[in-house]
């Protein structure tokens, strides 16, 4: 049986400390093979009924790429009227995301319609399926954390029109686009929190007791 010390749970605690969602990229080529090996770490993550969802889409296409990035405009101009104010004001000067910089793009979706596992776990849960791809996301993160690697999700995005952009079959549903390539820096402290949008709470904020 494989045992982890105590210095190895510092560490781990410590890879989750500096995990982050990078906006701002080096343009800097990650090494050859490097993103295929954070998809093989990915694959290792649970799923409802092993049924192993995620399907990954590395977008490499400059066409396809500018149709995304003119997307993400489209969908943050509409996102930024629903604020007014100071609030407005601050929610124009964030950078949200890292498309134009970062050296890959990937988008993940979820097989909504493939048998493997037999629909083990999925007939009173079927958003399980979701989670399970968001679970191989969480992994890839850390993994790619672990190698100083940034990544970054971008979810202003419409999902019908980067669908239609991706050309992928109809059942499989949109969860993420990620942004990855080198940061530009590194801190231990959420952009937005940095930015003074929003400020990281603690557990107690989240937890029950019944």
């Not at 500096?18 to 080529?29: G, L, P, S």
């Not at 090996?37 to 993550?45: D, G, H, M, V, Y």
């Amino acid at each position: 049986m494989v045992e982890f010390d105590d210095a190895f749970r510092r560490q781990l605690r410590e890879l989750f400390v500096w995990r982050r969602d990078v906006r701002r990229f080096r343009t800097d080529a990650l090494p050859d093979g490097a993103l295929e090996r954070l998809i093989e770490t990915a694959c290792l993550s649970p799923s409802v009924g092993l049924s192993q969802p995620w399907r990954f889409v590395t977008v490499d296409d400059a066409a396809r790429r500018r149709a995304v990035i003119d997307d993400f405009r489209t969908c943050n101009a509409d996102a930024l009227n629903c604020y007014s104010g100071e609030r407005a004001a601050r929610y124009a000067a964030l950078k949200l995301s890292g498309l134009e910089q970062a050296p890959r793009h990937l988008a993940i979706f979820a097989d909504k319609a493939s048998d493997i596992g037999h629909g083990l776990g999925r007939a009173t849960m079927p958003e399980t399926t979701e989670y399970s791809v968001v679970a191989a996301i969480t992994a890839m993160w850390l993994a790619a954390r672990a190698e100083g690697i940034g990544l970054g999700w971008v979810s202003i995005l419409s999902p019908e029109r980067i669908h239609g952009v991706l050309d992928v079959p109809a059942s499989w549903k949109f969860i993420a686009y990620l942004c990855i390539g080198y940061p530009e820096a590194e801190y231990d402290q959420p952009e937005l929190e940095r930015a003074k949008w929003e400020h990281r709470r603690g557990a107690g904020e989240f937890t029950l007791r019944r």
